[in-house]
Structures are given as structure tokens and as C-alpha cells.
């Protein structure tokens, strides 16, 4: 079987990442209907990937096996205006596909993408999930992460 | 609409007897009052004595109470015998029926308990709540996959026996069947590719007993309504959310990643076991004849199996057993979950585990080879009475062994101890019978 690696992700990656952030996107949809995903999402999808490959302020890894993308990271800096520290690695999507998992590459492909993120210059890691992803907060609490914000959602009418 | 059973013999007469006896089991004193004086014993004043005792030490209420041999048989009726969700009361009539079998079988003090909860963690917290007055605790009728959270929670957080039959007791029995099977058959368990056709309780729980008793995981392959669970089905991230079982069975069965349906699964298999629902025409002649040569076949769906037997040998199964009585081999959770109960208590266990059941499964079957093993008798049937107190030693000895006995016997004196209460419980029912203390059921039914 082929070695698994990480390493950024190139223009020819978009359309296999495309399809893990729209799995990603289902799998949040489990969690909440206010994630309900839209019909056009793959179309979305390729076009958020290209635009994060482009973007400065963005990153964007994969992890590989053989020509297969397996999974995949994407954080964006962001200045946190009023607070330090002041400059926080965002953590927007990471997901890994099934068959991969409880194999360390998740925490792998966070270490890898961390570690990228500070050298972006992130002070903090921070990530979303939605509030019922109980495997997701498992997931971050083992590696040192905690809660300190929490979403509120009310939808009008 | 409720659906109409008083067409059928049994039916009739179960509506019948149900009310002329007002329920099936009671509670009955255990002490002799030779006076009113006694109640000065047995209460007050000189039970606050037995209180500070016990306050003393909580350990010692399954001495000085009726705590070591009583269990609740506890239902939310969310999926009560193939009814479906009939809510707590539809469900009392079947939980007063196993605890009747609780009794009589393996002289446990067992009554029906069924609770009205609003959702599993609700569940969880009421049956904690009833630790400090029983000695184990028999889970009914409660649907999946809700039935495996608040069975694993349960076994976690709980110091007393847990026990989910719809589980444990199934997935016990089918492993006994299956070692004889094994047997008969010339196989190992760890050698062997068995097909599990449904994913409900009986069969996850199935998988997962089997993968302790030494099957190869990469070699089990589960099949549901949507084929064979492999990693990379379209619904493996909705399983994660909604069945973190069968998801983990996505995730550690099948190592050759076969896709497809069941006759993709069967294709070389040696084991199938169909707990999928009712048939004739679940599982296809053509299906079973795919499968190695003297394949071994539960059909388990009551009251019709998933193929008829008949069918399934004319294909070429070796071996086969299904859920009914008028079939030889039946796969009858009353075989084993009275002598569960009896062992885990005699020995004031503070859980059942799986190496409990398996020690269970291999007395069960070593029990049928010893009065001599053929492709119809691979498990014992409900008369042969004797396999409960042993069975029941078997699994305190286990319970000794594992280090979860609160009391410690020999496995000779745990089989004295059981064939006691057995008998003192069937003797019971005799002389209450004989006396007219039960009556004669009335004769119109």
C-alpha cells in the first residue's frame, strides 16, 4: 500500500478536495438543519478551494495516498481586532475520509496544518464545529483544545 | 389501531388467563410470621438494627436484603416484540412474561419494571437510580440504536449486572449454535467469513461478541438494507452521527472492502446469520448455495425465517438453526439469559462481561456435545433443564476469574448453589400450584 504524505495543496488537487468539503458540509448538515446544504454546493465548492489556493491569507493541505486524496485541511489567518493574542490560524474545514481515520492522520494533518498557520503568523489555533459533533470535540479536546465561544442561532419568523 | 389477536389459540388464551390471574408474577414473603410479634423483627424496631448494618457497610445489603437475587426487567416499550414503540404499560405484559421465565428458569427474583422516560439519557438516569435496591438489571425491548448507548453507558457506570437480551442474550445464544456449528463443520471461529444480514441489535451485538471470541474482523461482513457497510458508503458519515456502531462496524469489518449486497457477501462465506427480519424470501437458494461447501445458516426471524430451512439445506447448508420451537435448533435467548442471571448473581457479580457470555456460550454448547452433537442438535432446548445451574456456574466462575465477584465459590460449589435456587424456584411454583394457591387456569380459556 502506498505511504501516505502531506503537503500543500496544488491546482490539480481542486476537484478531489472539492468532493471532501462537500462530505464535509453533509456531515455537518447530521448535526443541525441550519446546515442544510445547497443543491449547487459542488459548484460552490471548487470555486472556494481555487479561491483559497489563491488567497495569502489562506492555507490549504492534503494528505495523499498514491494519487488519492484522503484528506484535507483548510485554515485562513484572521486579525482578531480588539484582543491578544492578536492574530488567530482559523481552522475553517478538516476532514478525513472514513477508511483513514483512527490512523493518526487526523491529528497529522493538524499538526502539519498548526504548523503552517504559526509560521502565517498565528498567535492561536482556533476551530468551528457544529455543537453536536461530539466525535469532533473528542477529537480537539484530546490535543489540548477548549471551548470559549459558543454560537447562538435563531431563525426569524 | 390495535391489532386484532383474538384469532389465534394463543392469543385467546393469554388475554384470558392475563386477567383472570391479574398478572403473572407477585411478590411473596420469604420469612415465616409465626405472630404479629415477627413484624417487630422484620420492621420495626428491629429492622433500624439491619439499617445501621447496612449503612455501615453498603456492601452488605445483599446480605441482610433480598437484594442479591433480584433484578428489574426495565422497558421504555420503544420496541417491544415486533409491535414496535407501544410506550411503558403496552409493554408490562411482556416484561411480567420474562420475568416469569427469570424464575421459574433460573430462580431469580425478577420483576417487571417498565419506565416512562422521554428520551435515553433520561433512560440512563432512572435506571442508575434503582441501583442501590437490585443485584442486576435486565434491559428489554428498547430500540436501536438507542439500546446500545444505554447498555454500553449502563455496563460503565453501573455496579451491578446490565444486561441487554435483544443483545447479549441473542448474540450468546447464536454463538453457542455457532461453536457446535464450528464443529460439526470441521472450522475455526478465526478462520472463518461470516455474513451478518441485518444491523439491529442482535447483530451488532453479534459482531461484536464474535470478534471476542477470536473471529477475524477483516473476515466478518455486515450486511443492512443498504448492502454491505464498508468505509466509503454514500451514508458512512451519517452512520457516525446516527449509529456509531454499525459505524464502527464500518470501520473494522470487512477487510476486503467487497461492495454490493448480500449476494456479494455470501460469495464464499461459511457462516451466514440472518437477523434481518421476517421472510420467506430475505435470503435466496441461489444465495446460500454461493457459499462454501457445508455453510452454516441461522435464519432468526420469528415467526417466519428469513428462508425456510428446508430451502436453505436443499441449497446446500450443512448446518442450520432458526428462532422457531418446530424447527430443530432453535436459537432461544431463554436458554441462556435465566443462567446468565443466576451465575452473575450467585457470585454478587458487579458486571457481566463479554468473557462471561462466551464462558456461557462454550457451557451451552459444550453441554449439546457431551450428550452427543448432530446437525440438528447444536443447542440444548428448554427442558433439558440441567444446562442451567450449569451454565450458571460457568459464569461465575468467570466472574471469579475476571475479578468482578463480590463473592468468591468454587465453580463446583457455584453449580451447587445454582441447582439449589433452581429447584427451590420450580418447587415453589409446584406446591403453590398443588395447593390451589395458583389456580387452575379457568377452563373456558
Not at chain 1, 462530505?23 to 478551494?49: G, Q, S, T
Not at chain 1, 497529522?108 to 469532533?136: F, H, Y
Not at chain 1, 490535543?143 to 454560537?151: D, I, L, V
Not at chain 2, 460503565?156 to 464450528?182: C, F, K
Amino acid at each position: 500500500m502506498d505511504r501516505v504524505s502531506i503537503r500543500r495543496a496544488a491546482k490539480e488537487d481542486v476537484a478531489a478536495v472539492a468532493d471532501l468539503v462537500v462530505r464535509l458540509k453533509r456531515l455537518n448538515n447530521e448535526f443541525d438543519p441550519l446546515f442544510n446544504v445547497v443543491n449547487d454546493a459542488r459548484e460552490r465548492a471548487e470555486r472556494y478551494v481555487s479561491d483559497s489556493l489563491g488567497a495569502k491569507s489562506a492555507l490549504l493541505i492534503v494528505a495523499t495516498q498514491g494519487e488519492k486524496v484522503i484528506a484535507f485541511l483548510r485554515g485562513e489567518i484572521r486579525e482578531r481586532l480588539f484582543y491578544d493574542p492578536h492574530m488567530e490560524g482559523h481552522i475553517t474545514d478538516m476532514y478525513v475520509l472514513p477508511e483513514f481515520r483512527r490512523k493518526q492522520l487526523g491529528h497529522d494533518i493538524l499538526q502539519q496544518g498548526s504548523d503552517a498557520l504559526i509560521k502565517m503568523g498565528a498567535e492561536i489555533i482556533v476551530c468551528e464545529l457544529p455543537t453536536r459533533n461530539d466525535i469532533g470535540f473528542q477529537f480537539y479536546s484530546k490535543r489540548g483544545f477548549r471551548r470559549f465561544a459558543e454560537t447562538f442561532a435563531h431563525v426569524p419568523g | 389501531m390495535a391489532k386484532d389477536l383474538s384469532k389465534d389459540e394463543h392469543s385467546r388464551k393469554a388475554l384470558s388467563y392475563s386477567k383472570f390471574y391479574g398478572g403473572k408474577v407477585g411478590t411473596t414473603p420469604k420469612v415465616p410470621v409465626r405472630s404479629l410479634d415477627d413484624f417487630s423483627i422484620w420492621y420495626t424496631p428491629g429492622v433500624a438494627a439491619v439499617s445501621l448494618a447496612v449503612q455501615a457497610d453498603p456492601e452488605s445489603s445483599f446480605d441482610y436484603t433480598g437484594r442479591w437475587n433480584t433484578i428489574a426487567v426495565v422497558s421504555d416499550g420503544s420496541r417491544v416484540l415486533g409491535l414496535g414503540n407501544v410506550g411503558p404499560e403496552s409493554s408490562l405484559p411482556v416484561m411480567e412474561g420474562k420475568a416469569l421465565i427469570y424464575n421459574y428458569l433460573g430462580g431469580v427474583n425478577a420483576f417487571a419494571l417498565p419506565v416512562r422516560v422521554k428520551d435515553e439519557e433520561h433512560l440512563i438516569d432512572v435506571v442508575k437510580a434503582l441501583e442501590p435496591s437490585l443485584g442486576g438489571v435486565n434491559l428489554e425491548d428498547i430500540e436501536s440504536p438507542k439500546c446500545f448507548e444505554v447498555l454500553d453507558r449502563l455496563r460503565a457506570e453501573m455496579r451491578i449486572p446490565v444486561w441487554h437480551d435483544d443483545q447479549q442474550g441473542t448474540a450468546g445464544v447464536s454463538l453457542a449454535g455457532l461453536y457446535n456449528a464450528l464443529e460439526l463443520t470441521g472450522r475455526r471461529i478465526e478462520d472463518s467469513k461470516i455474513v451478518l444480514f441485518g444491523s439491529g441489535a442482535a447483530n451488532v451485538a453479534a459482531a461484536r461478541l464474535f470478534m471476542e471470541a477470536g473471529a477475524d474482523a477483516k473476515e466478518i461482513l455486515v450486511v443492512d438494507r443498504k448492502g454491505i457497510l464498508h468505509p466509503e458508503r454514500d451514508d458512512i458519515d451519517q452512520l457516525s452521527v446516527k449509529n456509531k456502531w454499525k459505524y464502527e462496524l464500518a470501520l473494522t469489518t470487512n477487510g476486503d472492502k467487497v461492495t454490493g449486497g448480500l449476494s456479494e457477501a455470501l460469495k464464499g462465506a461459511d457462516v451466514l446469520i440472518a437477523a434481518a427480519g421476517v421472510g420467506p424470501d430475505l435470503v435466496k437458494k441461489e444465495q446460500v448455495a454461493s457459499m462454501n461447501r457445508r455453510a452454516i445458516v441461522f435464519l432468526m426471524a420469528n415467526p417466519i425465517p428469513e428462508m425456510w430451512p428446508d430451502d436453505a439445506i436443499a441449497a446446500g447448508a450443512e448446518v442450520v438453526a432458526t428462532g422457531r420451537s418446530d424447527y430443530p435448533n432453535q436459537v432461544n435467548n431463554s436458554l441462556l439469559f435465566p443462567a446468565i442471571f443466576r451465575g452473575a448473581l450467585d457470585a454478587r457479580s458487579r458486571t457481566i462481561t463479554d468473557t462471561m457470555v462466551i464462558a456461557a456460550a462454550k457451557e451451552l454448547a459444550r453441554h449439546v456435545r457431551d450428550k452427543g452433537l448432530t446437525r440438528n442438535h447444536i443447542l440444548p432446548t428448554m427442558t433439558e433443564w440441567e444446562v442451567y445451574p450449569q451454565v450458571a456456574a460457568a459464569v461465575a466462575d468467570a466472574a471469579v476469574r475476571e475479578g468482578h465477584a463480590r463473592r468468591e465459590l468454587t465453580r463446583d460449589e457455584f453449580l451447587k448453589t445454582a441447582m439449589e435456587m433452581i429447584q427451590r424456584s420450580r418447587m415453589t411454583m409446584d406446591a403453590l400450584t398443588r395447593s390451589g394457591v395458583i389456580a387452575e387456569p379457568p377452563e373456558q380459556g
